[in-house]
């Protein structure tokens, strides 16, 4: 069977065809990035508007590049969590129309679990060789970071989770991108942070950055402390306001010269990464039987994180399951992907569906 996913939970409008439940067929994504770049993070009401613009045109590529028409499908799958409620309202009034018009079963996806998807859907070729599937992964512990997210899942299945850990202030990739604000690099920062910290020289330990743990057995994460220490780094310690003037010169920082932004990227980018990588560590320790790890969101694309990710997975003898870069960032695939297995189980929604800005666990 052919599930269309449809995506609008924030600044990407995209839609994919998926043949089973793991065989991509086509995935497109219309990214909004151009739109909000001045402004330095997404517009609701832009992103919302463009959403309407852009969501019958990239459907239609979508379906062109799998080479079927609407007659095709056989479900209308999309993300109705959560998100900005104004972008999501686009995909689910048009899969809402599409699964009534054509007489198709709707389902409703979770974003944040359509993430963790994405990593057992194969691409280009079809068939039973051709890549990830589910074959042993479960039960799996999960791990999501993205713009919106930093959240460490229990996984009996694709569709049974429970999330035991998310964060308690910014997302990762959210840190990232302030962090990149902070070090005066363009937007979308991540990535950029990213490729000055793998840069030749870089030092990760010019700089001693915070690693926030919380309390002993937490598997919750806080990343503003991290951020904040990076800002002290770039701009120098605010000086107690009892202190005598003599004080001034030994606040001021170190000037930032390309090698001290590119130390300080890599400083910031092992501290993020170590502060994940722990708390996987405790989830692991925790007990439950685990024989997977599936890591899902845009931070994924991570340099470092990826590696760190591999070399935990081998250490406890865990089957890694990562996305391509390309299926890390917002996507349909994973929303068709998932929804087939949502289908496959009977989790169907009805023409009720509404947006939720919240995740569902
Ligand atoms: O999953 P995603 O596309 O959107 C959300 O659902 O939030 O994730 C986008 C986030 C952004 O914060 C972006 O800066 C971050 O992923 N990101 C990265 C990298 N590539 C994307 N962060 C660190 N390193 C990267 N290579
Ligand atoms: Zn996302």
Redesign the pocket.
Same mark, same amino acid.
């Given at each position: 069977m052919l599930v269309l996913g449809l995506e609008s939970?924030?600044d @990407?409008t995209a839609a994919a065809v998926v043949s089973g439940r793991f065989d991509v067929r086509s995935s497109v994504v219309a990214s909004q990035v151009d739109l909000h770049r001045e402004y330095g993070g997404v517009v609701p009401e832009i992103a919302g508007r463009a959403h309407v613009e852009r969501v019958l045109p990239v459907l239609r590529a979508a379906l062109r590049e799998a080479g079927v028409g609407l007659c095709d499908l056989g479900a209308i799958a999309v993300g109705h969590r959560p998100g900005l409620v104004g972008s999501l309202l686009v995909g689910v009034a048009a899969a809402k129309a599409l699964a009534w018009g054509l007489g198709l079963p709707l389902v409703g996806v979770d974003?944040?679990h359509a993430?963790l998807y994405a990593a057992l859907l194969r691409e280009g070729a079809i068939g039973a060789d051709a890549g990830p599937g589910d074959d042993g992964v479960f039960p799996a512990l999960g791990l999501v970071?993205? $713009?919106?997210?930093t959240s460490v899942y229990r996984m009996a299945s694709e569709v049974d989770l429970v999330r035991v850990g998310a964060t308690i202030d910014d %997302?990762?990739? @959210?840190a990232?991108?302030k962090a %990149?604000v902070i070090l005066g690099l363009p937007y979308?920062? $991540?990535?950029e942070?990213?490729?000055l910290a793998q840069e030749a020289g870089a030092d990760d330990a010019a700089v001693d950055l915070p690693v926030s743990r919380l309390g002993r057995d937490s598997l919750d994460f806080s990343f503003s402390g991290l951020k904040t220490a990076l800002l002290y780094a770039v701009q120098g310690v605010p000086r107690p306001a009892h202190r005598g003037q003599g004080d001034e010169a030994s606040a001021l920082p170190p000037p930032m010269t390309p090698e001290r932004r590119r130390d300080l990227a890599a400083s910031f980018q092992a501290a993020a990464v170590r502060a994940v990588i722990l708390k996987l560590e405790r989830a692991l320790d925790a007990g439950g039987s685990v024989n997977g790890l599936i890591a899902g969101? $845009?931070?994924v %694309?991570?340099?470092l994180?990826r590696r760190e990710l591999a070399a935990l997975a081998a250490r406890r003898g865990l089957a890694l399951r990562v996305p391509p870069m390309r299926l890390?960032?917002?996507n349909a695939a994973m929303i068709a992907g998932l929804g087939a297995a949502r289908l496959a189980r009977g989790l169907v929604s009805d023409l009720t569906l509404t947006p939720v800005p919240t995740t569902g666990c």
């Open positions: 939970s924030c @990407e974003h944040v993430h970071v993205s $713009g919106g997210h %997302a990762l990739g @959210e990232y991108d %990149a979308p920062g $991540g990535p942070v990213d490729r969101g $845009g931070v %694309a991570n340099s994180l890390c960032v917002d």
